[in-house]
């Protein structure tokens, strides 16, 4: 995969440099201080990933980001964790805090290098309604049965769903709202408009963030109060 630094600071520039050379799947073809120079550049090549910065004059991250090519996976980058939820809402693969560690920079590119993968073989799979408990999915030329029960969370990515089982993940060409109608309302809930998770795979949760084995998905700022009332409260019930 190729990848660009998109950054105002030189210094965070350069640490994203010596990162990525822990990073032998990545290859560096640019680095620039301003969106609008990056922009200028992705109009001519095409980029697998950019490392992008949040916070910067004239253009910022997030709004970059809204105007790439949907092919371009997107980390963001940013001394701010508060703007962790505002990336999902932009389908970024990940968020990191600056400064940035190198063993969970590492998590980071696994991630983006993993759903790059899932994504040149997405146009290969599509999902078909199977019964009450399990619909089927069509990857390899054959169509595998999924239980909605092993499903842990469905994660929203540019056209796709990406279904993240126990070991495996499955993507699709399809939006969050159309897999949603073929998900039983009763065990899936969104939590963000990047997110749907299985509620019967709830491990913890906080005010933000909903814990799924290793798993910490953001809760949407305009989804909390129906995460909270929907399901804090019914667990509440269940225990009365």
């Keep these: 995969m190729n990848c660009i630094i998109v950054d105002d600071e030189p210094l965070a520039r350069e640490a994203i440099e010596i990162l ?8 560096l073809v640019g680095t620039f201080g301003s969106a609008l120079a990056a922009q200028r550049f992705l109009s001519q090549t095409q980029v697998d990933l950019a490392f992008l910065d949040i916070q910067m004059p004239g253009l910022t991250g997030i709004e970059f980001a809204r105007t790439i090519s949907p092919q371009t996976l997107v980390i963001f980058t940013t001394a701010y964790s ?3 939820i505002d990336s999902y809402e932009v389908d970024a ?8 560690e190198k063993e969970r920079f590492l998590k980071a590119v696994d991630k983006a290098v993993s759903y790059f993968k899932l994504l040149t073989q997405g146009d290969k799979q599509n999902i078909e309604p199977g019964a009450d408990d399990y619909f089927f999915v069509k990857s390899d030329r054959k169509y595998c049965k999924v239980c909605f029960a092993d499903i842990l969370f469905v994660e929203g990515l540019k056209d796709y769903v990406v279904l993240q089982l126990e070991n495996q993940k499955i993507i699709t060409r399809m939006n969050l709202k159309g897999i949603s109608a073929l998900l039983p309302q009763s065990m899936f809930m969104r939590v963000s408009k990047s997110y749907i998770v299985n509620t019967i795979h709830i491990d913890a949760f906080d005010n933000n963030d909903i814990y799924i084995g290793p ?15 929907a399901f804090v409260n019914n ?4 225990r009365g």
């Excluded at 667990?235 to 269940?238: D, E, L, S, V, W």
């Design 20 to 27: 990525l050379e822990s990073a032998p799947e990545l290859t």
């Design 93 to 100: 693969v990940d968020f990191l805090v600056k400064p940035v």
């Design 215 to 229: 798993h910490e998905i953001a809760i949407g700022e305009s989804f909390r109060d129906e995460f909270f009332d």
């Design 82 to 84: 508060e703007y962790a």
């Design 235 to 238: 667990q509440k019930r269940g």
